[in-house]
């Protein structure tokens, strides 16, 4: 068997290098994300006391519980992030990772609209972290 190297894909301009969010635990955040990154693809990239980043392709998100860090809980509903949305292949996959997301102490947000809320074109999921961060899953 021959070794090849492997080519590094040239990210294309313009797209995202990476995403930092600070939270307000760092171990709280890696027990709330750690299980869905993998889920989606994603490997753990950079490890150091106050952070943890995944990378999927040339992209990677960054969570750092920086001592600058001006608050306790995320408000999604403030200036800045809204939310994460990630593509998810099938909505079988989107309903799975809905129960685990519950089972790690997610909430479901629109729960009455759920998978529904983005439209009835649409299935997706509306999940909120213990710290108040929101991520959609959808299928794309």
Known sequence: MTDHPITPITPVTGTLHHIEIWVPDLD???SDWQ???EDLGY???QSWDHGRSWRLGPTYLVFEQSPALTGGRHDR???G???LAFHVDTPDRVDRL???ALEHGWTLLFP???PHAGGAHQHAAYLASADG???ELVVS
């Open 43 to 45: 490997t753990l990239h």
């Open 28 to 30: 709280r955040a890696v």
């Open 77 to 79: 509903c403030a200036p």
């Open 98 to 100: 809905t129960a685990k």
């Open 35 to 37: 299980w869905l990154l």
């Open 133 to 135: 961060f929101e991520v």
């Open 81 to 83: 992030l809204n939310h």
């Open 112 to 114: 009455d609209r759920h």
